[in-house]
């Protein structure tokens, strides 16, 4: 079975520019959530998604932070513009439904210079 | 709000020892508690999951406790080796039931 995939792995930007995230969640899994995760902490929930609608979107820095989830399958996760302090892993995740076990991307790394 | 405490962030032992973790919760009781392992440069791993209506889980070496009175949860790996090394998470959902929240984690070091 396929995992999680995020794109890209790593990415390095300038503050002020935007950048976009990308994930596909496993087949058939209708919870898909982003997290922020910054060095020595543990993941921040920022927008869970239950299919292609938004469960929690309350921890989202919403005047630069957007996701959508077109069709209920892939989502991207898109910053602009960017701060010095949204350097962090960014993880999504997906499980069956809002009750089951989260399976996890790779993440991506994001640094803003 | 709900808040989840770690409260080591470092868990350094022997190799054959038995690791201990805690992870306290605030405010209201989940309905479960999940944990997960977390290798540097990965994402987290989903170990085990136990409902308020379990005292106790197991799985091969790991066992987990969740005790709703004192709002813990205790996880323990047994016989511990080097390759357990790695950080801990434990996660429940929040009151309204709308998002999965993390705690910070404890590290655990196991040496040979």
């Known amino acids: 079975e396929a995992g999680v995939a995020q794109s890209p792995r790593y990415k390095i930007i300038e503050k002020r520019q935007s950048v976009a995230f990308w994930c596909n969640p496993i087949?058939?899994?209708?919870?898909l959530y982003w997290y922020q995760q910054i060095l020595g902490q543990g993941p921040k929930l920022l927008i869970q998604?239950?299919?292609?609608?938004?469960?929690?979107d309350s921890q989202l820095p919403k005047d630069r932070f957007s996701a959508e989830r077109l069709k209920g399958v892939d989502s991207t996760l898109k910053i602009q513009p960017a701060k010095l302090e949204d350097s962090a892993v960014y993880l999504c995740?997906?499980?069956?439904?809002?009750?089951?076990?989260?399976?996890f991307g790779q993440g991506t790394r994001l640094t803003v210079v | 709000s709900q808040k989840i405490e770690q409260n080591s962030e470092a868990l350094n032992i022997q190799e054959g020892k038995t690791a201990t973790l805690t992870c306290n919760y605030t405010?209201?009781?989940?309905?479960?508690l999940q944990w997960y392992r977390q290798d540097p440069g990965r994402g987290p791993v989903f170990l085990l999951l136990?409902?308020?209506?379990?005292k106790e889980k197991r799985k091969e070496r790991l066992k987990v406790t969740f005790d709703t009175t004192l709002k813990q949860s205790l996880f323990h790996i047994t016989a511990s080796q080097p390759a357990d090394s790695a950080t801990y998470l434990c996660?429940?959902?929040?009151?309204?039931?709308?998002?999965?929240?993390f705690g910070k984690g404890t590290t655990l070091s196991v040496s040979s």
């Open positions: 136990i409902r308020e209506n379990e």
């Open positions: 087949s058939g899994h209708a919870t």
């Open positions: 996660a429940l959902l929040n009151q309204a039931g709308t998002a999965l929240i």
């Open positions: 995740a997906s499980s069956l439904d809002l009750r089951a076990e989260a399976f």
């Open positions: 998604f239950q299919n292609n609608g938004v469960v929690d």
């Open positions: 405010n209201y009781s989940p309905a479960y």
